[in-house]
């Protein structure tokens, strides 16, 4: 596949060498078919209404009127995402299980110093959220895209946690929710979120206790 800084899955992702990023993935089953729907028709309708007005030439103001109500959509869709993963549904799977947990700390951290530089995980039982700055280059001189780091991920930990739990078929969503980091106060709190999820969740009283959890040392 041809390596764009933009590409599109039901969310339009965009992917800048050497660009920090907030992600959130989830199991499949994680989220009720459906759940989200109405959100997806509305952004995919948003996204046609500002494609076909950059075409016809409208007003900038049409267009960002509408890009503003877009991004408002979709904020309220991540917004909703994270609220049901949150609710803790029960799964066939717990990914922060020690050996599952253990599968996705290695792949999170595989690329480390190579492609990546690691802020900040969390495995909760049927999501994950990880912060991180992708590199310019990796060490051969290749632009390094967060499509192929999570591409890589995915693949990795759904084969060993298939393997894990004697089981086959598709063990991610198939979105991932990535948010480009735009400075230094939204990374802290992209952190924050991140690590205090299993606080937020009642699992634990202080993330330092959540066995399935990181920081790198500079933001501790």
Same mark, same amino acid.
């Given at each position: 596949?041809e390596?764009? &800084?933009?590409?599109?899955? %039901?969310?339009?992702? =965009?992917?800048? +060498?050497?660009?920090?990023? =907030?992600?959130?993935?989830?199991l /499949?089953?994680?989220? +009720?078919?459906l759940?989200?729907?109405?959100?997806?028709?509305?952004?995919?309708?948003?996204?046609? !209404?500002?494609?076909? !007005?950059?075409?016809?030439?409208?007003?900038?103001?049409?267009?960002?009127?509408l &890009?503003?109500?877009?991004?408002?959509v979709?904020?309220? %869709?991540?917004?909703? =995402?994270?609220?049901?993963?949150?609710?803790?549904? /029960?799964?066939?799977?717990?990914?922060?299980? +020690?050996?599952?947990?253990?599968?996705v700390?290695?792949?999170?951290?595989?690329?480390?110093?190579?492609?990546?530089?690691?802020?900040?995980?969390?495995?909760?039982?049927?999501?994950? $959220?990880?912060?991180?700055?992708?590199?310019?280059?990796? &060490?051969?001189?290749?632009?390094?895209?967060?499509?192929?780091?999570?591409?890589?991920?995915?693949?990795?930990?759904?084969? !060993?946690?298939?393997?894990?739990?004697?089981?086959?078929?598709?063990l991610?969503? /198939? &979105?991932? =929710?990535?948010?480009?980091i735009r400075? !230094?106060? $939204?990374?802290?709190?992209?952190?924050? %979120?991140?690590?205090?999820? +299993?606080?937020?969740?009642?699992?634990?009283?202080?993330?330092?206790?959540?066995?399935?959890? %990181?920081?790198?040392?500079i933001?501790?």
């Amino acid at each position: 596949m041809e390596k764009k &800084e933009f590409y599109r899955q %039901y969310l339009p992702h =965009f992917q800048q +060498p050497g660009q920090a990023y =907030f992600i959130t993935w989830s199991l /499949k089953e994680a989220i +009720p078919a459906l759940a989200l729907d109405s959100y997806t028709k509305k952004i995919e309708l948003l996204q046609n !209404q500002i494609k076909m !007005q950059k075409i016809i030439k409208s007003k900038d103001s049409v267009i960002e009127n509408l &890009e503003k109500e877009y991004h408002l959509v979709r904020r309220k %869709y991540i917004k909703a =995402f994270n609220d049901l993963l949150d609710v803790e549904q /029960k799964s066939s799977i717990n990914l922060s299980g +020690p050996q599952n947990a253990q599968a996705v700390i290695s792949s999170l951290r595989y690329w480390e110093g190579k492609k990546l530089t690691n802020y900040a995980f969390t495995i909760m039982s049927n999501h994950i $959220h990880w912060v991180f700055a992708t590199h310019s280059k990796d &060490e051969k001189g290749n632009l390094v895209y967060l499509q192929d780091i999570l591409k890589s991920v995915k693949q990795f930990t759904s084969n !060993q946690i298939n393997k894990l739990e004697g089981r086959k078929g598709t063990l991610w969503q /198939k &979105e991932s =929710f990535d948010t480009t980091i735009r400075n !230094q106060e $939204h990374l802290f709190n992209a952190i924050n %979120y991140t690590l205090n999820n +299993p606080v937020k969740a009642g699992l634990v009283s202080d993330w330092r206790l959540w066995p399935a959890s %990181y920081c790198a040392e500079i933001f501790l």
